[in-house]
């Protein structure tokens, strides 16, 4: 049985979609625990409720970034994950952390990396006037948003979308991409090389929603 543990920022619907599949699809695999930074985060009362443990490193205690990834790193290890799993984790995560946990962190992103890192994703592709937007699973690395793509998923950009409208249908993928993803990794399907994931097993990396 892998370790998963999750860290969280907020809402939680990613997270939420990760237990529920584990648990329904029957993973060699556990959540062990959720993390935030967030102490009032609706995701950890959600994880709570369900059993998992949970705990909350709030980032506006801690002097410096490295002091706040000290602690978190500290909080997460008790819980020895085979994989950490950030699921709208909304802070910025310093090199000494990223490096501890590589190529055992993973990440969603609301966009088709590598274009749209960093905020605002979905108004920004509105702007820019793109015809197709979507999420992004992937490794984490020291740069920001970037890292080996484990798999994404493209939806339309429609004619009089705005920022909700294309976020709740993006936000519909993510939650059969990122469960789709974890899966892989906890089934040791992945493999990397050159920067470049392939699915062992031969499942499409792409979903057309
Ligand atoms: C998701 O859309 C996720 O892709 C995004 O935050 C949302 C979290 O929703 N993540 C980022 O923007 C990371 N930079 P959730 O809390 O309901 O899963």
């Given amino acids: 049985m892998k370790s998963i543990v999750i860290l969280v920022s907020g809402r939680g619907s990613n997270m939420q979609a990760i237990v529920e599949r584990c648990a329904a699809e ?11 930074n967030q102490p009032g985060a609706p995701a950890l009362a959600w994880a709570a409720g369900r059993g998992i443990a949970t705990a909350a ?13 000290a602690e978190l ?4 290890d008790l819980w020895q994950p085979d994989v950490v799993v950030l699921a709208g984790f909304m802070r910025i995560l310093g090199a000494a952390f990223v490096r501890h946990y590589e190529g055992r962190l993973l990440n969603i992103h609301p966009s088709l990396l590598p274009a749209f890192t960093g905020l605002h994703t979905h108004r920004r592709a509105i702007e820019a006037g793109c015809k197709v937007a979507g999420a992004s699973v992937h490794f984490v690395t020291p740069e920001l948003d ?6 994404q998923a493209a939806v339309p950009v429609l004619p009089g979308d705005d920022e909700a409208s294309l976020s709740a249908r993006v936000l519909e993928q993510e939650h059969r991409l990122y469960p789709m993803a974890v899966r ?9 090389a050159d920067g470049v994931v392939t699915q062992l097993a031969g499942e499409p990396q792409l979903i057309c929603g």
């Fill in 184 to 192: 892989w990794f906890v089934q040791d399907q992945l493999k990397v």
């Fill in 73 to 76: 790193r500290r909080v997460i």
């Fill in 26 to 36: 029957g993973w060699p695999a556990k959540v062990v625990g959720v993390a935030s």
């Fill in 146 to 151: 970037h890292g080996p793509i484990v798999a």
């Fill in 57 to 69: 490193v709030d980032h506006k205690g801690f002097v410096s970034r490295e002091a706040f990834d």
